[in-house]
């Protein structure tokens, strides 16, 4: 009998870069706004969190997940300053965490620890 093998699933849905990058898909296939201004939102969100708050900051992933779609936001769509997404976005954001603004700083503070190291698990 083997050993049972466990994955752990990212909770990547307890971050706003992956919640913006949802929508930079859907803008992309034309189902949502236009996103530009809400990758520049994020991408200046991430430098205020990794200079105040941010405790284990990661450069690999900081340049993909938030550098990497604005370059890509900025290629492929022209510029437009709509801040609808960015309303809406926070919006349920806060809702998804009932508005509990000390456990979305608290992630922030370790966001790798909490994104992998307390992932969804699943035995195999």
């Known amino acids: 009998m083997r050993p049972q093998q466990v994955i752990i699933i ?3 849905d307890l971050f706003f870069t992956c919640w913006a990058i949802l929508a930079h898909l859907l803008s ?3 189902v949502f706004y236009n996103t530009t201004a809400l990758a520049i939102f994020v991408c200046v969100m991430s430098e205020i969190v990794n200079i105040t708050i941010n405790k284990e900051f ?4 900081h340049l993909t997940a938030h550098y990497l779609p604005l370059i890509i936001v900025l290629i492929t769509m ?8 960015i309303l809406i976005l926070v919006l349920l954001y806060f809702v998804y ?6 456990s ?4 922030y503070e370790r966001p790798s620890t909490v ?3 307390q992932g969804i698990k699943i035995n195999i």
């Not at 965490?97 to 000390?102: E, G, K, N, S």
Request: proline content about 10%; overall charge positive; hydrophobic content about 45%.
């Open 104 to 107: 979305i700083l608290k992630n």
């Open 115 to 117: 994104a992998f190291g």
């Open 10 to 12: 990212p909770r990547v």
């Open 58 to 61: 990661n450069l690999i992933y």
């Open 28 to 30: 992309v296939c034309s």
């Open 78 to 85: 022209p510029f437009q300053l709509d801040v609808l997404p």
């Open 97 to 102: 965490y009932r508005y509990d603004i000390a």
